[in-house]
């Protein structure tokens, strides 16, 4: 009998030896949820949750927001096994665990789908289908949207794939209220015209490295002149888009004054990019452009909580 | 992924991650099973305890 079960264990320790054993860590693992990009979901969803006009049990809200995160980390993963062999070519992303060797594949794939189809399933149970929908819509469209057809098809990739990067806030309104509220949208219109600006000052720096990857960043595409005329309109359109909680009463008098300020920031960034074209100026004013874009977006979502989280709503008018 | 012969056993560092994995899944299906029942009770309220028999 002993005879009989140490060659079976034999025989599957040898069956994981050919199939190759899981060289990956929890920490590797958790890295496979692009832990950043996972705390901006967050971040954004809990704001999305703070400025709608009901309120569900916390817990409720807590595990919904759980799941809007477990379900963006999801996508991420999913990103990085459809990805694995462009992330191998560039520096920013050769380190990650599938190019690393320390996560197969076939491992990204499973865990991915899982999470993907665990969230969305709980989310539903939880609070309602309609934003476990959106939360399925949102893994959907980053991952086969963006992610398998656009990134590597269009050099208008990351303005169509910010959709998904912006859906959060409208999930997580969704939880809570069971409809899509124009409070939400409008959120949603901040990230999505945030992201070309961001992303494609980004590209000016590391454009060398997306064309090692093969990928039609804007600036390998139609050339870096072209992308920061279009970073200056994009940025012509977010500015006042960013003042439109004020107009629609849920942006109060802090909000106001940050997303005035932070506007103007955003313009004059835009604008040295546009004027600056050569040499490392024009490199550092980009760079600025891609770190004062993070902390403009931070700011205005972050007045927002402190304004309807910890009751700092002064409202503009009336 | 690394390639190894046929037969060839653990290695302690595989050991030591396959039983960290074999934790955070087990640590995970605990927190899936709390979550479930503190939902459940956040959701139903007392009601949970009074169903008709």
Do not use: A, E, L, R
């Given at each position: 009998m002993s005879t009989m079960s140490n060659s079976l264990a034999e025989t599957q320790v040898e069956s994981l030896a050919t199939a190759g054993l899981s060289q990956g860590d929890v920490s590797d693992f958790f890295a496979l949820l692009k832990p950043r990009v996972m705390f901006l979901v967050v971040f954004t969803a809990l704001v999305g949750m703070v400025v709608s006009p009901s309120t569900v049990h916390p817990i409720v809200a807590f595990v919904s927001l759980l799941m809007i995160a477990v379900g963006g980390g999801a996508s991420g993963c999913l990103n990085m096994w459809w990805d694995a062999d462009i992330d191998a070519v560039m520096t920013r992303t050769a380190k990650r665990p599938i190019p690393a060797g320390k996560i197969q594949p076939g491992e990204a794939l499973a865990f991915g789908m899982t999470l993907s189809v665990g969230s969305v399933i709980i989310l539903g149970l939880v609070s309602n289908w309609l934003a476990a929908g959106l939360l399925a819509f949102t893994i959907f469209f980053y991952v086969?949207?963006?992610?398998?057809?656009l990134k590597r098809t269009t050099p208008q990739n990351i303005v169509i794939g910010g959709a998904a990067g912006a859906l959060p806030p409208v999930v997580a309104q969704a939880a809570v209220t069971g409809h899509v509220a124009l409070d939400s949208i409008v959120l949603f219109a901040i990230i999505f015209m945030w992201t070309p600006p961001h992303f494609w000052a980004l590209a000016l720096v590391k454009s060398g490295d997306y064309q090692r990857a093969g990928i039609p960043m804007l600036p390998n595409v139609a050339g870096p002149d072209a992308t920061r005329f279009q970073i200056l309109a994009y940025t012509i359109l977010l500015a006042p888009l960013g003042i439109a909680p004020v107009a629609l009463g849920f942006g109060g008098l802090a909000y106001a004054i940050i997303s005035l300020v932070g506007g103007f920031g955003m313009l004059a960034l835009a604008l040295q990019v546009y004027r600056l074209r050569q040499g490392e100026p024009a490199m550092r004013v980009a760079q600025q452009l891609f770190g004062f874009s993070i902390l403009y977006l931070f700011l205005l979502f972050a007045t927002l909580l402190v304004e309807h989280g910890f009751g700092f709503f002064r409202p503009v008018f009336g | 992924m690394a390639d190894r012969k046929p037969s060839q056993s653990l290695t302690p560092e595989e050991q030591k991650r396959r039983r960290t994995r074999s934790l955070a899944l087990a640590l995970t299906l605990g927190a899936l099973v709390l979550l479930f029942y503190v939902v459940t009770i956040a959701k139903l309220g007392p009601g949970v305890l009074q169903r008709p028999m």
């Open positions: 086969v949207v963006y992610s398998m057809w | -």
